[in-house]
């Protein structure tokens, strides 16, 4: 399932729509909700890939927003907030060009059966592919009222859902940020490009 329907309304806010997947499309992980979400830190000029063969977890709400970096350039980005949240797999990469060549920096952590885990999870995306699944979702919500800490602008689509679930999980992302998130048998390498897919 792909998510990539991102555009820019009238106010200058991002649009965020929800397609239903056999009802419905979901999108994951951090950035910044034009305010309405405190963020720590400006975004670099990179965007990164995280994968995971499964993702679950419990308080979920997604809408969109906008992100800067620190030479004040503005990106849109799905916003999803997730209260607890276990990962399968995980992979994170990212590919630098530098006078010396093509640098990777290679992250995995999370496999054989003791996955990563994260609490109070937010994502601030550009695409995301996977298969998912919701619990109690609600679709056309308005963003500022979403069943969670994080809350988007008021007269924003949102959604929000008491579990998801998404397999084969491929994302990716301006920024990941959470308040704990332990990354068992982290392993981390250099290469010369490699990516998560």
């Given at each position: 399932m792909k998510f990539r329907n991102l555009t820019r309304s009238?106010?200058?806010?991002?649009?965020?729509?929800?397609?239903?997947?056999a009802v419905v499309a979901?999108?994951?992980?951090?950035?910044?909700?034009?305010?309405?979400?405190?963020v720590s830190f400006a975004v670099s000029g990179?965007?990164?890939?995280?994968?995971?063969?499964?993702?679950?977890?419990?308080?979920?709400?997604?809408?969109?927003?906008?992100?800067?970096?620190?030479?004040?350039?503005?990106?849109?980005?799905a916003i999803a907030n997730i209260?607890?949240?276990?990962l399968a797999d995980l992979c994170q990469s990212i590919v630098t060009e530098t006078p010396l060549g093509t640098v990777g920096v290679l992250i995995k952590a999370g496999g054989g059966g003791n996955p990563a885990t994260a609490?109070?999870?937010?994502?601030?995306?550009?695409?995301?592919?996977?298969d998912s699944s919701f619990g109690n979702i609600?679709?056309?919500?308005?963003?500022?009222?979403?069943?969670?800490?994080?809350?988007?602008?008021?007269?924003?689509?949102?959604?929000?859902?008491?579990?998801?679930?998404i397999t084969?999980?491929?994302?990716t992302a301006w920024s990941t940020q959470a308040s704990v998130f332990n990354l068992t048998g982290m392993t981390l390498e250099l290469t010369d490009g490699e990516t998560c897919f």
């Open positions: 009238r106010g200058g806010r991002v649009a965020l729509a929800a397609v239903p997947v979901s999108v994951l992980m951090g950035g910044v909700a034009q305010g309405a979400v405190p990179s965007q990164f890939q995280i994968s995971a063969s499964r993702l679950d977890g419990t308080g979920f709400s997604q809408y969109g927003g906008v992100t800067q970096d620190t030479a004040g350039g503005e990106h849109s980005v209260k607890s949240a276990t609490s109070d999870l937010q994502l601030g995306m550009t695409g995301l592919r996977g609600r679709i056309g919500v308005d963003a500022s009222t979403v069943n969670t800490d994080a809350k988007g602008d008021a007269g924003d689509f949102a959604q929000d859902a008491d579990t998801v679930t084969n999980l491929q994302q």
